[in-house]
């Protein structure tokens, strides 16, 4: 029992170690999947920590539409850790959609006005 319980302690111990010190914020864009606990499968999310300013815009546009048919979300600029636009279009199927994501953050917290940004882009889940 208790050489169980020192091994649990130095996993744990390794695990921690083994995280970045500061972890950088991730971008991603997922379309045409969907999630059922959530009601989600379109959208573009910004993450990471530490905390600071974040912001996502997630534009959708329907296979075969005009890009003038297309909608955008917005999660506007606040003080968070993940940052999230999304849309369902499920009751659409077998329609599919290609999403683009456009994202912002600011590394330094309090906030200094230097943004920094990145553009992601699906037609599938990207899990």
């Not at 994501?101 to 992601?120: D, M």
Request: with cysteine; aromatic share 14%; charged share 20%.
């Amino acid at each position: 029992m208790k050489i169980r319980n020192i091994a649990f302690a130095f996993a744990g111990v390794l695990a921690i170690s083994a995280l970045p010190a500061s972890a950088s914020v991730s971008a991603v864009s997922r379309s045409n999947c969907y999630f059922p606990a959530l009601d989600y499968g379109y959208e573009s999310i910004t993450w990471g920590y530490p905390v600071s300013q974040r912001a996502t815009s997630s534009w959708h546009l329907r296979d075969g539409d005009h890009p003038n048919e297309a909608h955008n979300l917005i999660d506007d600029f606040r003080e968070t850790w993940r940052s999230i636009a999304g849309d369902k279009h499920w009751s659409e199927r077998p329609k599919t959609y290609t999403v683009k994501g456009r994202h912002y953050w600011a590394q330094t917290t309090p906030f200094n006005g230097l943004y920094y940004q990145a553009n992601t882009h699906a037609v599938d889940c990207n899990l």
